[in-house]
C-alpha cells in the first residue's frame, strides 16, 4: 500500500534544503528537489512512517487502514502530519550528528503522536462512521425489569389464564 503522504507533503512541512542535504548520499552535493521526490531514501521514509502509524492504530483499535485512507480535509492533513514527522525522524537518523536539537524536539513529537495514535482515541473524528457497526451493552437494573409495562403484563388476567 502507498504511504498517507507524499513527497510533497514532507517538503510542505520541512526546509527543502534540510531534506536534499539529509536525503543526499552522494556526500556534500545535496540532490535536487525532482530527485529527492523519487529517491528512495525517501519513499522508504514515508512509506515506514505509514506503517507505523497503522501499527499504533491497531495497537489503538480505533481505525483501520481503510478508515485513513478516505481521510479528507483537515483529518486528512492531520494525518500527512503525522506520517511526515515520523518519515523526518527516521531521515534525520541518517545523520544523527546533524541538527542535534531539532532531531531531539522531532522525536518528542514523535512519540505524542504515537501515543495518541496508540490510546484508541478519536484522534481523526470519525466516531460516527467507525461506532455504526458497534452493539452498545446496556445494562437494566431489576426495578426496570418490573415496570416495564409490557404487552403481556397489560393482558395478564384478561387473556391468561388467572395464575
Known amino acids: 500500500m502507498?504511504?498517507?503522504?507524499s513527497g510533497e507533503d514532507l517538503f510542505k512541512r520541512y526546509d527543502t534544503q534540510?531534506?536534499?542535504?539529509l536525503l543526499s548520499d552522494a556526500g556534500?552535493?545535496?540532490?535536487?528537489?525532482?530527485?529527492?521526490?523519487?529517491?528512495?531514501n525517501l519513499t522508504f521514509a514515508l512509506e515506514a512512517a505509514s506503517g507505523q502509524v497503522e501499527s499504533a492504530l491497531l495497537h489503538g483499535a480505533r481505525y483501520s487502514a481503510a478508515d485513513l485512507a478516505g481521510l479528507t480535509g483537515n483529518a486528512g492533513e492531520y494525518l500527512k502530519d503525522i506520517v511526515c514527522c515520523l518519515a523526518m525522524v527516521r531521515i534525520m537518523n541518517r545523520r544523527p550528528e546533524t541538527h542535534a536539537e531539532f532531531r531531539?524536539?522531532?522525536?518528542?513529537?514523535q512519540r505524542e503522536y504515537l501515543e495518541l495514535l496508540q490510546s484508541g482515541k478519536d484522534v481523526f473524528n470519525l466516531t460516527a462512521h467507525v461506532d455504526a457497526g458497534v452493539i452498545a451493552k446496556v445494562e437494566t437494573s431489576e426495578t426496570v425489569v418490573l415496570t416495564r409495562n409490557l404487552?403481556?403484563?397489560?393482558?395478564?388476567?384478561?387473556l391468561f389464564s388467572p395464575e
Open 104 to 109: 531531539k524536539e522531532m522525536i518528542q513529537q
Open 151 to 158: 404487552r403481556a403484563d397489560q393482558l395478564r388476567g384478561h
Open 18 to 21: 534540510l531534506l536534499l542535504r
Open 2 to 5: 502507498a504511504s498517507y503522504a
Open 28 to 40: 556534500p552535493a545535496p540532490l535536487s528537489r525532482n530527485d529527492a521526490l523519487t529517491h528512495e
